[in-house]
């Protein structure tokens, strides 16, 4: 991740430094501008995130402001390695034995909404530079974990369906309850709701028919990340505790890089 932020940074630097070339706007997007009045213009953009791919659809709103929508999708799933020490089932009347699981995989499925206003002070509203802010909203299970046993072991003891929650699997992260499913699993739910304050570098309506534009920001949200099994667990402790945070604030850092299309000409 630190790698990304590195090269996300250095890509939004280098785009700063091509924004503030003298002349690159040209006096001809001022008068441009100041003709540009609320919903007179769309501009669409596609690009990459921190939060993964993006899209969004802008409107000014005023000679210096602009209304911005963006969502932001990341998902990934990866199967889990055969571990080489077994897990111990123990079934409720005391019989134990040592089971392999016959798979698992990690998902992670992000969806996040962004409804921004973009604001410049500079050249009449025709700068290139925004102060962005607005609100975050992003889907609370995001994060999940599942192993699957196979189901003739147990059918051999004559647990199926509802019966082989009298089934808990003991691994190093502590004793869990099998579903009906014949799996173990947990899901992370994270805050739903947000603020962001960042930099816009390019133009989220540009003055020519392409441009690009660039973003870095803090997103804010309120509330606690927290884990929970999917089926009744004892000495829970989370598989993955790499996602959880203990504070109800949680602040981190936003870099973008969008390709933007304007949709109409300007009269």
């Known amino acids: 991740m630190r790698r990304i932020s590195l090269t996300f940074t250095f890509a939004l630097m280098s785009l700063m430094s091509f924004l503030a070339v003298p002349g ?3 006096d001809d997007a001022d008068m441009a501008y100041a003709r540009r009045h609320a919903f007179s213009n769309v501009g669409l953009s596609a690009g990459v995130s921190i939060y993964g791919a993006g899209v969004s659809v802008s409107t000014p709103l005023a000679r210096s402001v602009n209304l911005r929508l963006d969502y932001h999708l990341l998902c990934m799933s990866s199967p889990l390695k055969q571990s080489s020490s077994p897990n111990v089932a123990v079934i409720s009347d005391s019989r134990s034995f040592e089971i392999y699981p016959e798979g698992g995989k990690e998902t992670l499925n992000s969806h996040v909404l962004r409804l921004l206003v973009d604001w410049t002070p500079f050249r009449h509203g025709a700068g290139s530079v925004f102060l962005t802010g607005g609100l975050l909203f992003q889907n609370k299970i995001a994060y999940r974990y599942s192993e ?4 003739a072991v147990f059918a051999d003891f004559g647990l199926t369906g509802k019966d082989l929650s009298q089934v808990e699997i003991i691994r190093p992260g502590g004793r869990y309850g099998l579903n009906e499913d014949c799996a173990v699993g947990c899901y992370a739910s994270r ?3 947000g603020v962001y304050v960042g930099l816009t570098f390019g133009r989220p309506v540009p003055k020519r028919r392409v441009g690009v534009r660039g973003e870095i920001g803090m997103p804010v949200y309120f509330g606690y990340w927290s884990v929970h099994g999917d089926a009744p667990v004892l000495n829970f402790r989370p598989f993955s505790t790499g996602l959880m945070s203990n504070s109800p604030v949680t602040a981190s850092l936003y870099l973008a890089v ?3 299309v ?6």
């Open 24 to 26: 690159y706007a040209g």
């Open 262 to 267: 304007r949709l109409l000409k300007d009269k």
């Open 258 to 260: 969008h390709v933007t």
């Open 148 to 151: 699957m046993y196979d189901k």
């Open 191 to 193: 805050p739903e709701v």
